[in-house]
């Protein structure tokens, strides 16, 4: 045990980036769980759902506004060291931002507006950090924003209600993505950079958008279709799963750029695999015990995390072949792999949730990860 502890301390040395973004998203993921559980202990399962939906539907929005530049930075600024292209980034998402979020505000209310834009500068300002490899000033920046919208939402909620959680939770995010507009005395008026990268950003949003419509989609689609109360159910199996993919979402985060610089990171996937293997017997082991005591409103969920977590290892294979292929500039690929994977994730969602219910559900968001896995493998042995 000791030999292989000593391996682990060895990869973690050889790249010390690694821990800055591992310690930056896992307490980014615990400061959002406690977040959420105060929420839930606020509200019953149909309050919650329909919460979710608001955060799942601006969050989409965002993707929007970002139209794959946040991807585009990240793969092509550690190559090149382009100023002007991380500059007119940022420009293009501040302006797209306030034209989504107007209309969100219009169409739904105006915390959607701010959502939206909040959302999409503190993308774009977290992919800066990220393409610029300043792994430590990332990390403090997840970190950082999430507890100021912890303790802003606690704050808020005395006297504003859920509304003031909702601002308390927004507010972070557009003080952090605001100072992104630092960057913008260095834009290039021509736009050459982001001109000639054009290519590659449609296809990068292409795949984000689809990319994000399977991660976002079925819980737009529970609340109307299965009822909210359903919704608040799966919603919570579903952040249970998203706090245990915070290993995969690290990896991502830290492959792609060293891939794209040309580090060899097998070592660093490898482990990765392991210790998702050990979150899903964890999961399965322990949520009859934890969900009860912290969640009591939401016993329904316990099965539906178990097989949920059962995802956690081809989630973990996406997020690697993902980094894989983006750094060898093959979005299409992606984009080919999440069109079909989305398509089967949907119609089983609507299948399986009709004959089976919540179970069915919970196993469609399995299928999706298991399909998406099998295509992009492929896909990265093509490269």
Known sequence: MSIRAGRVLNIIKRHPGLSYVAVGQIGATVLGAVFWLVVTRLLDPSGYGEVSWLFYTTSLASIVCLMGLGTTIVTYYPKEGDEDLIANAILVVLISSLLVGATMALLLEPLAGLMVIGFSLFSIALSTELAKRRYKRYMWAWIGTKLAALLLAVWMYSWLGLLGVLLG???????????????????????????????????????????????SFDKILIGPIFGMATLGLYQLAYQIFMALSILPGILFSYLLPEKSAGTRTREVEVLGLIVSVIATILCIVLSPTIIPWLFPNFSKSIRLAQVMSLGLVPFTIVMVKMSELY??????????????????????????????????????????QTVLALMLSLQARRA
């Open 169 to 215: 939770y927004i507010i972070p995010l557009l003080i952090f993505g605001g100072s992104s507009l630092r960057y913008l005395h260095k834009k290039d008026p021509s736009m050459e950079g982001i001109r000639r990268k054009m290519n590659f950003a449609l296809k990068a949003f292409s795949t984000d958008i689809t990319r994000t419509a399977v991660n």
């Open 327 to 368: 750094a060898h500039e093959r979005p299409g690929a992606i984009l080919i792999s999440y069109v079909g994977a989305f398509t089967i994730g949907i119609t089983s969602l609507l299948i399986l949730g009709t004959y089976f219910g919540s179970m069915g559900l919970a196993t469609s968001t399995v299928l999706l």
